[in-house]
C-alpha cells in the first residue's frame, strides 16, 4: 500500500496529459485561426469545403478519430509514433472548436470598422493584423480557454493508442496490482484539480477582459 | 482506395450493428437522464443549504471528470466493494450519471434566467412546491435550455464512443473489429465518422426546430 511508487507513476501521467493536451492546443490555435479565415474570406469550393470537413469533424468522437490518425495513416505510409499520433488528434478535434469560437467573433466583428479600413488603404492583411485581430482575440478568448477544459476532459481518448497519460497509469497500475480503488481516484482528483484551476483560469480572464476594456 | 470501400460496405451488417447499438445507447440514456436531472435540478435550488450544496459539489465534480475515468471507476472499482455488473450496465450507467450531471447544470442556469414574476404569480394563484416546479417553471426552463440541451446531447453520442473501451459492440467497437479483420483502417474509421455525422446531424436539425419553437415562444 505504498504511495509514493504511485504518485510518482501518475505524476509522470499528469506531465503527459498535460503536455499532449497543451501541444494539441497550440497547434489547434493556430489551425483554427486559419480554418475560420479561409471560411469567413468566401472563397469559391474552399469554404463550403472547410464548413464541411468543420461539421463532421466536430461530430466525430475523439476516440474514433484516435483510431482514424493512428491506425489509418500507416496506411498512406504514414507511420506515427503514439506521442506524435496524440498532439495531431488533440490539434485536429479542437481545431474546429476553436474554428468555430473565432467564427463567431469575426462574425460580431463591426462591419464599418473594416470597411473603413480598407477605405484608409489598408490590404485586407493589414486590415486583420492591424484592425480586427487586436479586437477580436478578446471575444474569443473565454471561449478559447473554455475549449481547454474539453481538450484535458477528452485527452483520455489517447489512452486508447497506447499514450501512457493520466488514464492509461491508472489501468496500468491496476493490471498489474489487482488494485483499482486508490490509482483510479487519484487520477480522477488529479483531472478534477486540473479542470477546475482551468475554469478558474476562464474566470480570471472574463474578469480582466472586462476590468481593462469594459466589456468582453 | 475504392477496392477498400467496397470491402467495408461489404460488412455492413456488424457496422449497422454497431450503429443502431449507439443510437439506441444514446437515446435510453439521454431520455433517463434527462428525466433524472429534472430531479436533480430541484436539488441543486433546494432551500436546504446543505443538501443543495452537496447535489451542487456533486454536479461539479462530474462536469469536470472526463467521461472515461468515470466509466474506468464504474467498471473496475465497484466490483472491488463486491458490486458485480455486466459492462453493459456499467456503461450505461456511467452515461447516465455523466450526462445528468451536465443536463441538471443547464436547467439549473435556465431557472436563474427564468423572471421571478413567473414564479410569483404562480404563487399567487396557489400553485406551490411540486405542482409549482410541474406547471409553471419546468415547462418554460425546458423550451428555454431545448438547444443547449440539444447541444449536450450531442456530446453524449461521442462520449458513447468511449464504451468500446470496455468491450461495449458500439459503433466505434464495431468499427474497430472490421477493420483489424481486413486490414483497412482508414476507409473503415471514415465510414464510422460519416455514421457519427448522421447522427450528429440529425440531433442538430431537431435542435434548430427547436430553437425556432423557443424564439416563437419569447425566449432568445
Known amino acids: ?216 | 482506395m475504392i477496392a477498400n470501400f467496397a470491402v467495408v460496405l461489404g460488412e455492413w451488417k456488424p457496422l449497422t450493428t454497431g450503429f443502431l447499438n449507439t443510437v439506441w445507447i444514446c437515446a435510453l440514456s439521454g431520455a433517463v437522464s434527462l428525466v433524472l436531472s429534472v430531479f436533480v435540478s430541484m436539488l441543486l435550488v433546494s432551500r436546504r443549504s446543505a443538501l443543495r450544496r452537496a447535489a451542487q459539489g456533486a454536479v461539479d465534480v462530474l462536469r469536470a471528470l472526463p467521461f472515461l475515468m468515470l466509466l474506468f471507476i464504474v467498471y473496475y472499482c465497484l466490483p472491488a466493494l463486491h458490486l458485480r455488473f455486466s459492462s453493459w450496465t456499467c456503461g450505461l450507467a456511467s452515461l447516465v450519471v455523466y450526462n445528468t450531471a451536465y443536463f441538471a447544470e443547464i436547467l439549473r442556469g435556465a431557472w436563474a434566467h427564468l423572471p421571478r414574476e413567473q414564479e410569483e404569480a404562480g404563487r399567487a394563484y396557489g400553485y406551490a412546491g411540486v405542482g409549482l416546479y410541474r406547471r409553471i417553471i419546468l415547462p418554460q426552463i425546458l423550451i428555454a435550455s431545448g438547444p443547449v440541451l440539444g447541444n449536450q446531447l450531442i456530446t453524449l453520442v461521442k462520449n458513447s464512443a468511449f464504451l468500446m473501451v470496455i468491450t461495449i459492440p458500439d459503433l466505434t467497437f464495431m468499427a474497430n473489429q472490421v477493420q483489424a479483420i481486413y486490414f483497412v483502417p482508414f476507409e473503415t474509421m471514415l465510414v464510422a465518422v460519416m455514421l457519427y455525422w448522421t447522427i450528429c446531424s440529425t440531433i442538430e436539425w431537431i435542435v434548430r426546430g427547436m430553437e425556432r419553437v423557443a424564439v416563437v415562444r419569447g425566449h432568445e
Do not use: H
Not at chain 1, 28 to 51: D, E, F, K, Q, Y
Open chain 1, 1 to 216: 500500500m505504498a504511495w509514493s511508487p504511485l504518485l510518482s507513476e501518475l505524476a509522470r501521467g499528469t506531465v503527459t496529459t498535460v503536455t499532449v493536451s497543451l501541444a494539441g492546443i497550440a497547434v489547434g490555435l493556430v489551425l483554427g485561426l486559419a480554418l475560420a479565415l479561409v471560411r469567413a474570406r468566401g472563397v469559391p469550393v474552399v469554404s463550403p469545403a472547410v464548413a464541411v470537413y468543420v461539421s463532421v469533424v466536430r461530430a466525430t468522437p475523439m476516440v474514433t478519430l484516435a483510431l482514424l490518425i493512428f491506425f489509418g495513416l500507416p496506411s498512406f505510409g504514414l507511420s506515427l509514433s503514439p506521442l506524435v499520433a496524440a498532439i495531431m488528434i488533440i490539434s485536429i478535434n479542437t481545431s474546429v472548436f476553436q474554428a468555430e469560437i473565432w467564427r463567431a467573433s469575426l462574425l460580431d466583428f463591426p462591419r464599418g470598422q473594416l470597411d473603413a479600413a480598407r477605405a484608409g488603404g489598408m490590404t485586407r492583411a493589414v486590415a486583420f493584423r492591424r484592425i480586427v485581430f487586436p479586437q477580436a482575440w478578446r471575444a474569443s478568448l473565454p471561449g478559447l480557454v473554455n475549449e481547454m477544459t474539453l481538450v484535458v476532459k477528452g485527452s483520455p481518448a489517447v489512452a486508447v493508442i497506447g499514450v501512457v497519460d493520466l488514464t492509461r497509469v491508472a489501468v496500468r497500475w491496476t493490471t498489474v496490482t489487482y488494485e483499482p480503488v486508490r490509482p483510479f481516484l487519484t487520477a480522477a482528483a488529479i483531472y478534477v484539480v486540473v479542470v477546475m484551476c482551468l475554469i478558474r483560469l476562464q474566470r480570471s480572464v472574463e474578469q480582466r477582459i472586462v476590468e481593462r476594456y469594459g466589456s468582453l
